[in-house]
T-cell receptor
């Protein structure tokens, strides 16, 4: 157990639907990062939050959004899902980004 | 923008063979360098990291990596691999500016298969 908790572990949904992925960071970590891992794209950075505020944005689609709540957990919302959104979505946390990240076990999203 | 290249996409070795996985990055400033491992069906775990000082860093499970600044490289090595080292290995870099760190940028990964 890395200390970063992601739920659900698996999600199967239909095209056009909306899902929410949840991440609880390691205790004390203020930064949360979301990554998408797919076979053809590798690990792609989506977005970072630090203590509730958006800090950096990567290749995140407009259909995707995220937020970090006062208790520091984060949610990644994916809407109007397409087949190509099927991937592993990882959350990672860090105290300040300098020391590397601790990753959660990921949510495997399958869009059918 | 920083980028990371891992030249070996798939490496197959016999047990006890020596391992070297290449990693090159492009960024002219100060960087932190990392190697992560992802065992089948698991999350990424930190193997080792380099911030400054001795360019040869030792990590967990007998892995080590050498930072060569002039070559922008951070290659991962292990003298003798085991079947349990079968996994995907990711090199990652973040850059430092004004005391803050950028997001981690990952290479595309190298799949290591160790045969008995």
């Amino acid at each position: 157990d890395s200390g970063v908790t992601q739920t659900p572990k698996h999600l199967i949904t239909a095209t056009g639907q909306r899902v929410t992925l949840r991440c609880s960071p390691r205790s004390g970590d203020l930064s949360v990062y979301w990554y998408q891992q797919s076979l053809d794209q590798g690990l792609q950075f989506l977005i970072q939050y630090y203590n509730g505020e958006e800090r950096a944005k990567g290749n995140i689609l407009e259909r995707f959004s995220a937020q970090q709540f006062p208790d520091l957990h984060s949610e990644l919302n994916l809407s109007s899902l397409e087949l190509g959104d099927s991937a592993l979505y990882f959350c990672a946390s860090s105290p300040n980004g300098m020391d590397g990240y601790t990753f959660g076990s990921g949510t495997r999203l399958t869009v059918v | 923008a920083q980028s990371v290249s891992q030249h070996n996409h798939h490496v197959i070795l016999s047990e006890a063979a020596s391992l070297e996985l290449g990693c090159n990055y492009s960024y002219g400033g100060t960087v932190n360098l990392f190697w992560y491992v992802q065992y089948p069906g698991q999350h990424l775990q930190l193997l080792l990291k380099y911030f400054s000082g001795d360019p040869l860093v030792k990590g967990i499970k007998g892995f080590e990596a050498e930072f060569i600044k002039s070559k922008f490289s951070f290659n991962l090595r292990k003298p003798s691999v085991q079947w349990s080292d079968t996994a995907e290995y990711f090199c990652a870099v973040n850059s430092l500016s004004a005391g803050t760190a950028s997001k981690l940028t990952f290479g595309t990964g190298t799949r290591l298969q160790v045969t008995l």
